[in-house]
């Protein structure tokens, strides 16, 4: 079976739409709700993640352009919101379905309890049948609003979700190389497409955002997932690549699942600091899989507590890892290259960082 063909697989899909596509197209709400009445039809399972919310209040409120102090875009965000899910009401209600919302912050997912409750009632929506509709929670949320995407929000909850695929609608047919034409496939995001994007310089960063929904594809792919940039304004195009149809760029997700909580460390949690390795013990980690032990580690930077993320530099200081910090900064200092004992542990056996918490790379 062809890899476009296995796409008529997907149970589990997530649909990220931008907020230029739905502040300028009307008729997207309807086309949306048709499509994802389909794939209910098919017994497919479907998470959107929508932007929009700013826009939409900018234009409520009457504001000529899009405000640049802090309070002011919170207030879009606000007003924007219950306009946004309103349309959507109104759309998916003609086709039988229930919307609901979920509003997220980083916060809620880099922590793992609430992560948890996030990814349980989504499930209980997706079994209910419902569609749930998500967005950064720009509101309260003013990290997001500065430096949010939600094509990255996409990707973080594709692996939260059990996603088989991540659809990413965008303003062009997808992936465009240096002639202008459309990359059909690509299999390897760090290799074919990031290059081919820096190539471009301005122009390729800022057309239709790819940089971003390049770096969502590399995390969905490496999170066992599909991905697909695709013109959200082509009549059907969400039909067409649950079909298998040659519609946008597919990005072909890895063969070998990065489990959730992987994918989580990898790409969710944001490190508070970095643990510098000597070369064999930069070699046990990145080719044999070995934890990090104390005697291995030349420094330590930052300034993390236990169970935060860190980096694993090797000795020339580039990043091989990330993984969950065993104990704080200061004892990470302290036992730097020396025995693990000195953690407390009489059979020396104490790890800084255990194998099970750390992911390779990945990011």
């Known amino acids: 079976?062809?890899?476009?063909?296995?796409?008529?697989?997907?149970?589990?899909?997530?649909?990220?739409?931008?907020?230029?596509?739905?502040?300028?197209?009307?008729?997207?709400?309807?086309?949306?709700?048709?499509?994802v009445a389909a794939a209910h039809h098919e017994e497919r399972a479907v998470v959107l993640v929508s932007s929009?919310?700013?826009?939409?209040?900018?234009?409520?409120?009457?504001?000529?352009?899009?405000?640049?102090?802090?309070?002011?875009?919170?207030?879009?965000?606000a007003t924007g919101q219950t306009a946004l899910m309103l349309l959507y009401e109104q759309a998916f209600r003609r086709e039988g379905l229930q919307v609901a919302q979920v509003l997220l912050t980083h916060t809620d997912l880099s922590d793992r309890v609430r992560?948890?409750?996030?990814?349980?009632?989504?499930?209980?929506?997706?079994?209910?049948?419902?569609?749930?509709?998500l967005n950064e929670n720009d509101s309260v949320s003013v990290e997001e609003i500065k430096f949010g995407d939600n094509d990255q929000l996409a990707a973080l909850v594709a692996p939260l979700v059990d996603a088989d695929?991540?659809?990413?609608?965008?303003?062009?047919?997808?992936?465009?190389?240096?002639?202008?034409?459309?990359?059909?496939?690509?299999?390897?995001?760090?290799?074919?497409?990031?290059p081919l994007v820096r190539s471009l310089g301005p122009r390729g960063l800022g057309t239709g955002g790819m940089a971003s929904k390049l770096e969502a594809a590399r995390r969905a792919t490496v999170s066992g997932a599909a991905a697909v940039v695709a013109d959200a304004r082509r009549p059907g195009v969400i039909e067409a690549i649950l079909a298998g149809d040659d519609v946008g760029t597919l990005f072909v997700g890895s063969k070998s699942r990065l489990p959730a909580k992987k994918s989580w460390i990898?790409?969710?949690?944001?490190?508070?600091?970095?643990?510098?390795?000597?070369?064999?013990?930069?070699?046990?980690?990145?080719?044999l899989g070995k934890s990090v032990l104390p005697v291995g580690v030349l420094?330590?930077?930052?300034?993390?507590?236990?169970?935060?993320?860190?980096?694993?530099?090797?000795?020339?200081?580039?990043?091989?890892?990330?993984?969950?910090?065993?104990?704080?900064?200061?004892?990470?200092?302290?036992?730097?290259?020396?025995?693990?004992?000195?953690?407390?542990?009489?059979?020396?056996?104490?790890?800084?960082v255990h194998r099970d918490d750390l992911v390779v790379g990945a990011m």
């Open 52 to 77: 929009g919310a700013i826009a939409l209040g900018v234009r409520a409120l009457g504001w000529k352009a899009r405000p640049r102090e802090m309070a002011k875009l919170q207030a879009a965000a």
């Open 1 to 35: 079976m062809s890899e476009r063909a296995q796409l008529r697989r997907a149970r589990r899909v997530v649909i990220k739409i931008g907020s230029g596509t739905l502040a300028s197209d009307e008729g997207v709400y309807d086309r949306l709700a048709h499509a």
């Open 165 to 194: 695929l991540v659809i990413l609608l965008s303003d062009v047919e997808g992936l465009l190389g240096a002639d202008g034409a459309r990359i059909p496939i690509v299999h390897d995001v760090a290799r074919e497409a990031l």
């Open 115 to 133: 992560g948890n409750n996030a990814r349980a009632a989504i499930k209980a929506l997706l079994d209910a049948g419902a569609v749930p509709v």
């Open 266 to 287: 990898a790409f969710t949690l944001r490190p508070r600091g970095a643990l510098v390795l000597d070369t064999g013990a930069a070699h046990a980690v990145r080719t």
């Open 299 to 352: 420094g330590v930077r930052g300034d993390f507590q236990a169970g935060d993320a860190v980096r694993i530099l090797g000795p020339d200081g580039v990043e091989i890892g990330r993984g969950l910090v065993r104990c704080g900064a200061a004892d990470a200092a302290r036992v730097a290259g020396g025995a693990a004992r000195e953690l407390g542990e009489e059979d020396g056996s104490a790890v800084l």
